[in-house]
């Protein structure tokens, strides 16, 4: 399939001759999903500590007799059933929450994405993207003209001046063909990539 690349002047110029394997897959739903939540659960971390009640400072002393009260039996104050009293399975910070998703699905649903991205009209493609200096208001004034209010910047080089411009825009981000996750390409309105980063997802996607 061909994709119209846009010129200096953000019309549509020549073509570009891409993958349909790449570009024009079916939406596969159900895979986009488990990929995106792999991909958020990997980037999880364990940073929760939770106590066991054998972590807790407690007496050892039985809280009442066994019979004759009539409360129900009690053997300790860290019962997990107690007020104040320890977790039955306590979370602790090694707990993993990685998901694996192999190399054929993840190609597959990131073909989908893209795909998408096409048939939606949220996929750019463009020369080059770059700006003269590192500074926010150049990049800004770059992406209106562009008619964006939130862009993911794709390219196969970017150069300093590009990264520390995006720094401090909130909508706007700029990564790597590798660095392209499923998360950032769904989340942003539109997605801005060069011919040469697409030529990149070609090679590591076919």
Do not use: C
């Not at 401090?168 to 063909?177: E, F, G, Q, S």
């Amino acid at each position: 399939m061909e994709l119209k690349i846009l010129n200096s002047s953000n019309q549509a110029g020549e073509s570009i001759q891409v993958s349909d394997t790449l570009f024009a897959r079916d939406y596969n739903e159900s895979l986009i999903h488990q990929l995106v939540v792999s991909f958020m659960a990997n980037a999880r971390s364990g940073t929760r500590a939770q106590k066991a009640r054998g972590d807790l400072t407690r007496s050892g002393r039985k809280p009442w007799k066994q019979k004759g009260t009539g409360r129900a039996r009690a053997g300790s104050a860290s019962s997990p059933i107690w007020r104040g009293g320890g977790k039955a399975f306590p979370s602790s910070p090694d707990e993993n929450f990685t998901q694996k998703i192999n190399k054929k699905m993840y190609r597959a649903g990131i073909s989908s994405i893209l795909s998408q991205l096409v048939r939606e009209e949220r996929l750019i493609v463009v020369d080059g993207f770059v700006v003269d200096a590192p500074k926010t208001k150049l990049l800004s004034n770059k992406i209106k003209e562009l008619g964006l209010s939130s862009a993911l910047v794709v390219t196969s080089d970017p150069d300093e001046n590009l990264y520390l411009a995006a720094r401090n825009l909130h909508t706007v981000d700029v990564l790597t063909p590798k660095q392209a996750d499923p998360v950032s390409l769904l989340h942003f309105e539109k997605v801005v990539i060069t011919k040469e980063a697409i030529a990149q997802l070609e090679e590591s996607l076919s």
